[in-house]
Structure formats: C-alpha cells, structure tokens
C-alpha cells in the first residue's frame, strides 16, 4: 500500500516557519514574567497604577502570518474575536480554559457543533448565548455585521474569506482580518491555523502542545501503516448521508477525503471531485464498489433520513438510522454492505483539530488487523482529559453490525 500522501508542496518549510514563529511568541511572554519574577519574590511593590500588569515584553506586539499567507499584526493578543464557524470554539476549547472569553461575535451555528455540546458550552459558558451573531462559512458575508460587532481580530474561513474590497473596509475601520482553514485541506493547514489561534489569543503554549500531540498520533499511525504496507481499501464516505433525496454527497480532493488516505484507504470521490467536496452519482459508486462504507450524520440530520449520532442519541438510535441508509436501493450490492463493513460516524468530529481522533477511528475500520477501535477511545479520553474545555461525550462512532 502506498504510504500517507505527502502534504502540499511548501508545507514542510512553512510548518517549521510557524512552529518557530509560535516559540518566540511563547519565549517573550516568558521573558517578561522572569523579568518581574524576583522583584515578587523579595516582596517588592510594583511601580504604582501598574495592578497586576504584565511587563511591556508580555505584551509586545503580536505578528501572525495566516493560511493565505499575509503578514497580520496586532499590538497585543487579542480578547475580541470574530469567527465565522462554530467549529472555530472547538478549536479555542482545546487551547482555552474559557474558549468563549475571548469572542466578540460567532455564528450561533449549532449544527456545527452538535445541540448536545451547544448546551453544555452553554452550562459553562452562559455569555455564548448573548454574542452577536455574523453570517457563518456558509452565508454571505455582511462587513455591516461586523462593524458592528467591533473585534480587534476577525477570522474567517478559507472558502469564505473577504474580497478585496471587505477587507479594506475592514481594515480601513481598524479591524485586523485573518483566514485559517480547518475544512479544504486539513493535513497541511490545521496545524498552522490552530497555531494562529494560539498566538493571536496568548494560547501559544497550549496550541502547541495539543499540536504535540497531534503529530505524535499522526505518526504513529503513518509509521504503523508503513510497516505493514497493503491494498488500500476502496472507501465511500457520505457525509450528511441521506440529508436530500439525491445520492451521493462525497469528499474530494481534499476535506475528510485527506483523513481516509492518511488512515489507510483509497477515497472513490478523489478521482471524479476536484474541489475538497461534491457529488457522486449511483451508478459511479456501484461501479467502484467501495469496500467500506461510512456515512456521517449529527443532531442536524433530525427528522431526516439521514444518520443521527452523538450525545443526543443512543447507540442503538445511531444504529438503527445506519442501517436505514444502509437499505437504500443500489447500496446492497456493494462489496461493504456484503462484508459487513459499514459505519457512520458523527460530522461534529471533522473539519476541527479532533480530525487526529477521525483518523484514528478511520485507520481502525479501514487496517483492523492494525487499529482498533478502544485505541481511538483512548485517543478520546486523551482529549478530554488533557485538552478540551468541553468534553466529548460521544457515541461519535458506530458499527452497523
């Protein structure tokens, strides 16, 4: 079996770019809390006014170079942020004791998150409720909205990020403008995204210690699948599986088709979808009869056909609605439904950094006699534990059979 794809030509240096960029930031708060260090241990007094205010190194200016490249600078970290996905507070929560502190105005896209975690976000966080709301990645962006919502970073999706002409009017108002991207090609850019977030909001350690641990479990998965090289499995993934009443929703060439590649597999959308996300038809998923099926679901699919999984459901509720998608006409004949290789998997999980934790459930339907499943339990725990301000409460995966 081939091993992982390589990342996009430039990633590698770039990585390193961002990786030194996140250690002098980390090196000069330090800096400046040594700096006060002694004086508090002596029982000295502070200059008068100062309170309890970091020395002028702990709050030097703050430099960000985002996904697309451009040089942002900030003069200090900042505590007013705009977000144009709900997924973006999963990513504050696994750098942030109190991921909501920081924010100006989100979305208010629960789906995204999943209703169950919304409310305990809520249970936490009560002042996520009353945050102006901006149009999502997924509307049309209003500069109007977020004027109004005055915060001293604005952070937008790659695929939705501002013209030219926003921006300047962004700009123009005082108002910095940074993209990052979770969603289109999430191998090369998640690391250097959750970084940015990190350094933009003081978090810089803690985005790099999670990072840590990504790429740790990346390769051990990657070093785990080159020493034992094999076919890759023909995989269909449907995200939002059964939403419509079209077949098929499938990842590209990019999004969640880069997981199943780095997890062993060989995507059937990759071949026929340029961008990061599309359509099959039937008839092309019968002719490439996929070896492993996966469709993935959430709250949002209540009240569809579709998969419903995650803490609202049950795992048996998750399984029955699975095995709904899994009697569509055409779907019998394929190789996964004969060999009982048929899985749905929670959509709150992907286009996050938890993607490390997609991979590792990926790599344990696609190489069983390499992976299992309570490796990517653990993986959870891991996550929890170590991380997340909110934790997963799952099922966020599930077995048909």
């Known amino acids: 079996m081939p091993s992982l794809p390589a ?53 030097a200016e703050v430099v960000l170079h985002d996904i697309t490249g451009r040089e942002v600078r900030l003069p200090a970290p900042a505590t007013r ?37 919304y409310a305990d976000f809520l249970a936490k966080f009560p002042a996520l409720a009353g945050l102006p709301k901006v149009a999502s990645s997924a509307g049309a962006l209003s500069v109007e909205q977020v004027l109004a919502a005055r915060p001293d970073l604005a952070v937008f999706s790659l695929g939705a990020q501002p013209s030219a002409e926003q921006r300047a009017t962004l700009e123009a108002a005082g108002i910095p403008v940074v993209v990052i991207d979770f969603f289109n090609h999430p191998l090369a850019n998640t690391g250097p995204s959750l970084a940015l977030l990190g350094a933009a909001t003081g978090h810089g350690a803690a ?24 076919a890759a499995p023909r995989v269909f993934l449907e995200p939002h599986a059964g939403q419509t009443g079209d077949c098929c929703n499938s990842p590209g060439r990019g ?41 993935t ?69 696609l190489r069983p006699e390499l992976f299992g499943e309570p490796e990517a339990e653990a993986v959870r725990q891991e996550i929890n534990a170590r991380f997340l301000a909110i934790p997963l409460r799952g099922p966020d995966w599930i077995d048909l059979d």
């Open 7 to 59: 990342s996009r030509p430039g990633a590698a240096p770039r990585a390193g770019r961002w990786r030194a960029a996140l250690r002098r930031a980390v090196a000069e708060g330090l800096a400046g809390l040594r700096a006060i260090l002694p004086a508090l241990a002596l029982g000295a007094a502070l200059p008068a006014g100062a309170g309890l205010a970091l020395p002028s190194a702990a709050r």
């Open 81 to 117: 942020l705009l977000i144009d996905d709900g997924r973006f507070l999963v990513a504050l929560a696994l750098i942030s004791p109190d991921p909501v502190a920081a924010l100006a105005a989100w979305p208010h896209d629960v789906n995204r998150i999943g209703r169950q975690t």
């Open 207 to 230: 985005a790099e210690a999670f990072l840590a641990f990504r790429d740790a479990r990346l390769a051990a998965i990657r070093s785990r699948l080159a020493a034992a090289p094999g």
């Open 255 to 295: 999004n969640v088709g880069e997981l199943i590649e780095a997890a062993g597999g060989s995507n059937i959308g990759a071949a026929v979808i340029p961008r990061a996300f599309g359509k099959l038809n039937l008839e092309y998923v019968i002719a490439q009869d996929p070896q492993v099926y996966i469709a």
């Open 297 to 365: 679901g959430g709250s949002h699919m209540a009240g569809t056909a579709g998969l419903t999984i995650g803490p609202e459901f049950t795992a048996d509720e998750a399984r029955r609605t699975l095995a709904g998608l899994a009697a569509r006409p055409g779907f019998a004949t394929l190789a996964a439904m004969r060999d009982h290789r048929v899985h749905g998997l929670s959509h709150q999980i992907l286009n996050s950094p938890l993607d490390v934790l997609t991979v590792q459930v990926l790599a344990a339907w």
